[in-house]
């Protein structure tokens, strides 16, 4: 298993550098707080966590809530040299003429460890799953509609016609990760790479040939913990993201406040380039975390619209079961 997730992480990656992305220009449904649905990121990041299991949840609002995108995802830590974990993301319009839903199964395998103490990890991933796309084309409005002089009549009926409104496909992706755990260390260096999509399932609703097919998401992600003893961390990172021609890059940190051994504070800004500035803060007790975000848009759209900006609030619960995994401190690779 070892060797065979190795192989095949090397060759996709090999692959991403090596191969020109398509014509189409697509971004899939993603948050803010990509630390509350790691596995979207990455699935390698699959159990990095400080404890046993993980349960997340988050909800986010777009322009003026007329499009709403929920994430929900569990994790678990093994003695095996294997995590594993659960994701789901549904994306849909407020008129319900839209949706875009996601399920996928990860699996991280640990079990490369180097240095003194084996406190440096490589983990390797893979993932599969399933995506929904539907439409519902009596929610729509069609050029044929329209009427010069008196605008959109419901009444109108519309020429377009469907083979389909409603399609499953299958979807797989891999990702590689390394971070430092070694306790009590100043600086740790985490980063990886990953790839979704690499089936390019089908657009269901076009005809036409591989153009037509959903793009590879490549997605790099890297970052720093500098650990100040039991005061603070502060954790800078760097997201890029490039699926077909549309590409994303996000810069940022934020600042965890140790308030007691069972309360931290969290504050941080984030800063996708040419689109919008996202200060967020969270609190976390006894395990379990609440944060928020709000996206300010910054770029030509905020001109645009009313509407822009974006709200999202997120909930996340770590635990210890009875196993003895954790002997000593460990400090995952987010938040």
Avoid at 186 to 194: A, K, Q, R
Avoid at 319 to 325: C, E, Q, R, V
């Amino acid at each position: 298993m070892k060797n065979f997730l190795l192989f095949l992480c090397l060759r996709l990656f090999l692959t991403t550098c090596l191969i020109q992305g398509s014509a189409h220009a697509q971004i899939d449904p993603h948050f803010s707080q990509y630390y509350n649905q790691p596995m979207l990121l990455n699935p390698a990041l699959t159990g990095a966590i400080d404890g046993d299991y993980r349960a997340a949840a988050i909800w986010r609002s777009q322009y003026g809530n007329t499009l709403t995108t929920k994430g929900l995802s569990g994790e678990m830590v093994t003695d095996k040299n294997a995590n594993f974990g659960i994701s789901m993301l549904n994306q849909g319009s407020s008129d319900q003429a839209y949706s875009f839903t996601t399920a996928y199964v990860s699996m991280a395998y640990t079990g490369v460890r180097f240095g003194p103490n084996a406190d440096h990890y490589l983990v390797m991933a893979l993932q599969g799953g399933f995506i929904n796309r539907h439409f519902d084309p009596t929610k729509l409005q069609f050029g044929d509609q329209w009427t010069s002089g008196l605008g959109y009549e419901s009444t109108n009926a519309s020429n377009e016609s469907f083979a389909r409104t409603s399609v499953l496909s299958f979807d797989g992706g891999v990702g590689i990760a390394y971070y430092d755990a070694v306790p009590d260390k100043t600086t740790s260096f985490f980063g990886g790479l990953s790839a979704f999509h690499l089936n390019s399932p089908a657009n269901p609703f076009l005809s036409g040939d591989d153009a037509q097919r959903l793009p590879i998401r490549y997605v790099a992600q890297g970052g720093l913990r500098i650990n100040n003893s039991n005061i603070y961390n502060i954790v800078p990172s760097v997201i890029f993201m490039k699926e077909g021609a549309f590409t994303e890059k996000v810069i940022g940190a934020y600042l965890q406040l140790y308030a007691s051994d069972a309360t931290d504070f969290i504050c941080g800004m984030n800063w996708r380039m040419g689109d919008a500035i996202i200060p967020f803060a969270g609190i976390y007790y006894k395990g379990m975390t609440f944060g928020a975000s709000y996206d300010a848009t910054v770029s030509s759209l905020s001109s645009a619209a009313t509407h822009t900006g974006t709200f999202e609030i997120s909930i996340s619960y770590i635990g210890i079961g009875k196993s003895t995994l954790k002997t000593k401190p460990f400090y995952c690779p987010r938040f």
